[in-house]
Every structure is written in C-alpha cells, then in structure tokens.
C-alpha cells in the first residue's frame, strides 16, 4: 500500500487549523499541526513532509520569514501559502519566497483540495502517474527504465524516465524548460539549464517519435516550452 502522503498545516487560528486537518485526513492526507512559525520551524527539521500549508500571519516567525528560511537551507518541500491578504502584491511576494502556489482566505476546501493536487503533480510526479503507466502508444516501467511498444522494448536512462513521468503527470499543458530543469535535475534554473533540457528531449524523442523530426508525443511549443498531448 503506497504511503500517504503527509501535509504540515502551520496556521494560528485552532478552528481553521482543525477544520484542514479533519479535511485533510477524510481524504487520506496525513495531516500535521504547528500553530505558530517556531514550532513549524521544528517539526520540519525533525521530518519530512510532502507538502507544507503555511499561513503567513504567524506569531514568532512570520510565514515570510519561515519560506524564504527554508529555501535558502535547501529544502524543495512544495508550499502552498494560506493568507487574507488578497492583493496582487503580496500574492508575487510570496511566490517570490519560494511559495510553489496561493491561496486567499476565505477559499472553500474542495479548491485547495485542487491546488494541493497540482502542485504534487508539478514536484513529485511519480505520485501522479506511478511506475507504471501509458505515455501515448508506450507501456512505461520506470522500476525497470523500460518502455514497450508493440512488443519491442526500450532502454532508458534514469533521467529520460523522469521527463516521462513530469510530462505524463502534467498532459495537455504547456511547459517551459525552466520547470522542467527543477522538477527533473531539482536544481536552479540556469541559461545551461535550458541547453540541458532541449539535449535530453532530443535524445528521448530518438527513442519514442516515430518520426522524431515531426514528433507527435513531445511537441514543441515555439517560444514556451514543451506539451506532452493526449
């Protein structure tokens, strides 16, 4: 049985704080509670954790504070900012921290329910789509590093197994070599990244396109990035 997937709710306010985690657990999460910056800053560096829930307005450390701490130590844990604060301008500061999403008070459960999903789906692929799945005309094992098409099948590297599984959690959607590079190589964005990342599609279409000068499964999007369509 896969494990659950575990979520720190930091929030001061009790109600909210229990109504999340009641929320939360019904729907199969683990679901953990700190109710101000200091003992969210000790929870997590005791464990780790799927996802983080953090609410900006905390008593001890700001959740501002907390975000921008926890990037700059390294950790990649997806965040998702609960705040009331509704203008534009503190909605691009937190996402500027290192937050991976938004979401203002009062927001209904089904909605964060929503995001939370996303935002796994963006940083821990594998979560979305498994070890095994489809990806177009191909049967994919990434334990095995293996696709199979009509019985013939095909070696892959580690890295070639992890741009499958971002782009097949993430169908139908546009996207840039930036997030790739984090998702997959979970380094910052640099311009070799870019380099990078266009090297390692060539080399996957070589093996999946049937014609990999007109690929059908990874296409291009001229001046954005990639789509994986299906």
Not at 97 to 126: C, H, Q, W
Not at 189 to 203: C, P, S, Y
Request: proline share 3%; aromatic share 6%.
């Amino acid at each position: 049985m896969e494990d659950r997937i575990s979520v720190l709710i930091v929030e001061d306010e009790q109600k909210i704080r229990t109504a999340l985690k009641d929320f939360l657990e019904f729907h199969g999460f683990e679901a953990t509670e700190a109710a101000d910056g200091l003992e969210a800053e000790r929870v997590v560096a005791e464990r780790r954790f799927d996802l983080v829930l953090l609410d900006l307005m905390l008593p001890k450390i700001s959740g501002e504070q907390l975000c921008a701490r926890w990037r700059r130590q390294g950790l990649q844990t997806p965040i998702i900012m609960l705040t009331a604060k509704g203008q534009q301008k503190e909605r691009i500061a937190g996402l500027n921290l290192g937050a991976d999403d938004y979401i203002t008070k009062p927001f209904s459960l089904e909605e964060l329910l929503a995001r939370m999903n996303a935002v796994m789906r963006r940083t821990e692929p594998g979560r979305a789509v498994g070890k095994r799945f489809t990806f177009a005309d191909l049967d994919v094992d990434i334990s095995a590093l293996k696709l199979k098409r009509d019985n013939q099948e095909i070696e892959i590297s580690r890295r070639e197994g992890r741009i499958i599984q971002y782009l097949a959690a993430n169908p139908n959607r546009v996207i840039d070599r930036a997030e790739l590079y984090r998702g997959v190589w979970n380094e910052t964005f640099t311009e070799l990244g870019t380099r990078t990342v266009d090297m390692h599609i060539a080399k996957l279409r070589s093996k999946i396109e049937h014609n990999p000068a007109d690929p059908q499964i990874i296409k291009t999007v001229r001046g954005a990035g990639y789509k994986y369509e299906c």
